[in-house]
């Protein structure tokens, strides 16, 4: 009399892209073996269906067109009929039935569920924050289309309560998920440098991924003038000549640099200096007035005197790959004063320095 058939079942994992070996082979029994016959249901064909089959002699037979990403790896006459199955998709998760045909005792199943690991795709993006008072995106760190979901933390060691962050997560129609965990915090000139790491792990991770970041905060620009005798350099800028036009016969601009030809009475005025970028546009202004006469020691002291206010306002700051520069250089009132010259030079100082955005800054030249 037939044995009733017997049904076995052995879950598999393997990562995407990966190699599975779907184990099949019966033990106990000296019945006959006819054949073979593999069955799939998958995502991509949810209906169960035969896809190959294996005869006596190591024949293999693919139904309905064949896939060379499977290869027989058992023995017929050991009752053996595992498979090979390399290059596994995300399509390809589902459920898989070996079936020995067996005689006189019947049919044989071993179903394998076939279960599919995706490693998500990590990244951290930095959000640019600007230097301010009120609470900004820093960074958000993902881990786009893992399956199952991953987890995403962020390690602020000594921030503490200075950031905080949230989590969210959004899972598709193929059951992957992205999860993106973002920091929020004040970008302040404190926490300006600070390193902070963003973790990922999960089932489909061998290992926890460590994501570095250092938060950066960014400022709009700078303006920087560097004077000389006969001279003024814009740093990185240009100049122009506020409702004048520059003339040729009397300045020469070369690169950032603006330099007085011919201390006369045409080059008096305003001449300016824009920069801007992503974040905004600023000016420097620079006042020039020649008149005739000697340059007067009270004139010295008093452009030394602007010259220790910008820098005691401004001198010890420096943050966030910014810095405030001011280069004034006194030994050139003395050159001036020792100078046997029938003209006065009366130069008026006044800009704004502001912060250096280390990105890359559009240059304007107006006349």
Known sequence: KPKKPHSFLRHVTVEQGGTAILSCYVTGTNDDLIQITWQRKTREKPHNDNFLTILPREEVQFVNGGDDRFKYIGNFNDKNGTLQFSNVALK?????????????????????????????????????????????????????????????????????????????????DNDTTTTVSSLFGVPTREINGHQVQCVISGDSLSTDESLPFTIQVYCEYQLLIVISEDS?????????????????????????????????????????????????????????????????????????????????????VSFCGCRFILMLFCFMFCGLLSKEINRNLNIYYESKMMDFCRHSTHIQIRG
């Open 92 to 172: 390809d998760e589902g459920s898989y039935t070996c079936i020995f045909t067996l005689f006189p005792s019947g049919n044989q199943k071993t179903e394998i569920p076939l279960n599919l690991l995706v490693p998500p795709f990590t990244s951290v993006k930095d959000n640019l924050p600007t230097l301010g008072t009120e609470e900004v995106l820093f960074a958000t760190c993902t881990a786009a289309g893992s399956k199952p979901p991953a987890e995403v933390r962020w390690l602020t060691d000594a921030l503490g309560d200075k950031v905080r962050t949230t989590t969210n997560s959004t899972q598709y």
């Open 232 to 316: 003024f350099e814009c740093v990185s800028f240009m100049f122009f000549r506020s409702g004048q036009s520059l003339l040729e016969s009397s300045v020469k601009i070369d690169g950032a640099k603006l330099q007085l030809l011919s201390l006369t009475s045409d080059i008096n005025g305003l001449y300016q200096c824009e920069a801007s970028n992503t974040y905004g546009n600023k000016r420097g202004q620079l006042y020039v007035h020649v008149a005739s006469g000697e340059v007067s020691l009270d004139l010295a002291v008093q452009l030394v005197q602007i010259f220790l206010n910008w820098f005691l306002i401004l001198g010890d």
